[in-house]
């Protein structure tokens, strides 16, 4: 286990923050690009040894204090029988509807073809390093919901927002499927697991605590401290009640958020986050002076004002990202904050 990441779960104060990024493991990344070459994207996250190669590949490279599960948010959808594909876009092949509801895969089924992630998850607890942690992630009801019915995540999600009824009744199948899939992923190695909820920030506040937030308490409930949150476009009206609540392990936000304030008010938890992804296309000049300016404001903060905060990006690494800038991010962050 990394003990930086560990302080962090338990706001031990610390100077250096533990790093690690969304989609450290992806398309930028020519590690990544040449097991690509020879393999389709279903093979590299179906086929553990494939899976656990591409999830090593960011921390013998850039040395992250935490790896994370090579998966994707989407197999739970596959698993019920809804015809998964990426070409290279993910695609559908039935969508979610009420008739289509009736006839989804059994839970049993279902959670059998999951279990490539745990295994994934053991070889990769077993290939990582003594002092790197390892993370896993589910993804949030909404978000799965909304790709279940739309096939894609863009837009303003019309008609996922107009199948508030259908959300629902799929979520008395969903949830006990992705508490299935939380757990394996714990018992495959997993310290702690993340919902990632991309979607839910397409959302009204008062809507995400009405519909969404009864289905991710109950998730932290059965996990309690071992679920982290990430919801990306949301604002402190949608997560204020989710962050007082106990049981969850922490949370992630997007380069929208004040981090430096938040951290001063954390009473719990880690908290990640939350440069934004997108100036690390910066020539090395200009974005080391984005950087620098950006960790001032965490410089300013004492270890112990700081003591939750894991360092990463306000979403995940972009595709073409220049893979020079990702590693000067990480030595920095560690000669900056020594």
């Known amino acids: 286990m990394n003990i930086r990441f560990q302080n962090a779960l338990k706001g031990i104060p610390q100077a250096t923050p533990p790093v690690w990024f969304m989609r450290q493991a992806g398309r930028y990344h020519a590690h990544y690009q040449k097991l690509r070459a020879a393999h389709s994207f279903m093979e590299l996250c179906q086929q553990p040894k494939l899976a656990c190669e591409v999830a090593m590949g960011p921390i013998e490279d850039f040395d992250f204090d935490v790896a994370i599960l090579f998966s994707d948010l989407l197999f739970p959808l596959d698993a019920f029988g809804l015809g998964l594909s ?48 390892l993370i896993g992630f589910v993804g949030g009801p909404w978000t799965l919901f909304s790709y279940a019915v739309e096939g894609e995540h863009k837009g303003q999600l019309i008609p996922a927002k107009s199948g508030f009824e259908l959300y629902q009744r799929f979520c008395e199948k969903l949830v006990p499927l992705l508490e299935a899939n939380i757990a394996l992923q714990l018992e495959g190695g997993a310290e702690v697991v993340m919902l990632f909820d991309t979607a839910a920030g397409e959302l009204s506040s008062k809507i995400f605590r009405e519909l969404l937030q009864p289905h991710i308490l109950q998730l932290a409930h059965k996990f309690p401290g071992q679920l982290g949150y990430y919801s990306k476009g949301t604002v402190p009206a949608h997560i204020e009640e989710l962050r007082r609540d106990a049981a969850f392990a922490g949370f992630g936000v997007d380069h929208r958020w004040d981090l430096p304030s938040m951290l001063k008010e954390n009473a719990r938890g880690f908290v990640q986050g939350n440069f934004d ?48 800038n990702v590693r000067l991010f990480v030595q920095h962050v560690r000669e900056v904050l020594a």
């Not at 080391?288 to 950006?294: T, V």
């Not at 979403?315 to 893979?323: K, N, R, S, Y």
């Open 86 to 133: 990426y070409d290279p876009a993910p695609a559908l092949k039935t969508k979610l509807t009420l008739e289509t509801l009736k006839k989804l895969r059994s839970f049993d089924q279902a959670i059998a073809d999951l279990q490539f992630q745990k295994e994934a998850m053991q070889l990769t607890r077993k290939a990582l390093p003594a002092d790197k942690s």
């Open 277 to 324: 992804q997108a100036l690390l296309f910066l020539d090395e000049t200009n974005f080391r002076k984005q950087l620098d300016s950006y960790l001032a404001d965490f410089a300013r903060l004492s270890p112990v004002q700081r003591r939750h905060w894991v360092s990463g990006l306000g979403h995940g690494v972009l595709p073409a990202t220049p893979e020079a």
